[in-house]
């Protein structure tokens, strides 16, 4: 089972993960648990490539005044009264 994971995950240049790797083994003719593939690959240093980090593409302008409420809610006062 560890040889055959590690076959996929290098067919696929190292980046599919546990749940790839899973879905690639559960077929016709074979019954795999996830949770025993992660736990394999984790054993053997296996593991995917992570997603990249997210630019952040809107930075606010911090002198800017906030936006008018134009629903005009009191969010200060208690609704308990």
């Known amino acids: 089972m560890t040889g055959r994971s590690a076959q996929i995950h290098t ?3 190292g ?9 690639e083994l559960w077929g016709p003719g074979h019954t795999v ?3 025993r ?4 690959m984790r054993l053997n240093r296996i593991e995917g490539r ?3 980090r997210r630019r952040r593409t809107t930075v606010p302008d911090r002198l800017d ?3 008018p409420d134009l629903v005009r ?3 200060l006062t208690l609704a308990h009264d």
């Open 33 to 35: 648990n996830r949770k």
């Open 50 to 52: 992570h997603l990249r």
């Open 11 to 13: 067919a696929r240049k």
């Open 37 to 40: 593939v992660e736990r394999l």
């Open 65 to 67: 005044p906030p936006a």
């Open 15 to 23: 980046t599919y993960g546990v749940r790839r790797v899973h879905a």
């Open 73 to 75: 809610r009191d969010c």
